[in-house]
């Protein structure tokens, strides 16, 4: 926000977070949804003893 502020000139940066605060929100939420997409979660088979335990491979659970 603080390079928002400064790029658009305001003479607060509170002017600044006030017309565009809700954005930042917004922004923050997109990010993580983008972040998890990316972020692909290893699968573990917990139905086998300790010793057994494998990764399951991403294409056999499509």
Not at 7 to 13: D, F, P, V
Request: hydrophobic share 35%; aromatic share 4%.
């Amino acid at each position: 926000m603080l390079e928002c502020w400064q790029r658009l000139g305001h003479a607060k940066i509170s002017t600044t977070l006030d017309l565009y605060g809700h954005l930042y929100h917004e922004m923050q939420a997109e990010a993580a949804s983008i972040l998890d997409q990316l972020v692909t979660p290893i699968l573990v088979d917990l139905t086998k003893t300790e010793d057994q335990h494998s990764v399951i491979d991403q294409n056999q659970t499509s």
